[in-house]
């Protein structure tokens, strides 16, 4: 399989405890994004890497969240401290930077977060 | 600020009927990018169309097409010959041509009665 890959696709946590989610993103894909969604809304864009580098994040990404992306291959998101506001589906998706930027994104199945 | 607006929290359609689902943009950008996504209950986002809103023609991919009207700033996704494997949630979102970020809708249930 050559799409994006999450892990684990599901997790449930005790508040106050921490949580690391992964990302495999395609692998000629040097653009990595993370996305929140929660219950009858869209995703929300948390933050965005093109290769190693973090080149955006989102006001909703409190100091409590943490990404990572070191080789410019996987990529991590920790959320230290969760709260059950942090419940949610977190996507992550890969685009290709060839072309321009209005590449298509391939999204993951996600990780489903419930924080109990 | 960009923002995507769907009004239509749902919609119920017949099988092998036509439905449109409305997205409006708002965006200061004149290269400005919309995209269309289907998720279905399983929870995967997957890619339909893609349409610059410097395009002359309207996308088409299969029985996908994408209405675009650029004074009125709406880019609605039409479905032909509905099936009932089209029933989910769709996802209008846009992308400025200074960012790679892009931004989604509020989603539409769409419901395929057979």
Redo the contacts between chains.
Sequence with gaps: DTGVSQDPRHKITKRGQNVTFRCDPISEHN?L?WYRQTL??????LT?F?NEAQ??KSRLLSDRFSAERPKGSFSTLEIQRTEQGDSA?Y?C?S?SQAGG??N???????T?LTVL | AQK?TQTQPGMFVQEKEAVTLDCTYDTSDPSY?L?W?KQPS??????LI?Q?SYDQQNATEGRYSLNFQKARKSANLVISASQLGDSAMY?C?G?E???????????TRLSIRP
């Excluded at chain 1, 009858?40 to 864009?45: C, T």
């Excluded at chain 1, 298509?104 to 996600?110: R, V, W």
């Excluded at chain 2, 399983?42 to 890619?47: A, K, L, T």
Aim: net charge negative; glycine share 20%.
């Design positions: 653009r994004y009858g809304q869209g995703p929300e864009f965005y093109q080149l955006e589906m996507l998706a685009s930027p209005y298509e994104q391939f999204f993951g199945p996600g489903r | 995507i990018g995209f996504y399983s929870g995967e986002m997957i890619f893609y610059g996802f979102a992308g041509s200074s960012a790679s970020k892009i931004i989604f809708g509020s989603g």
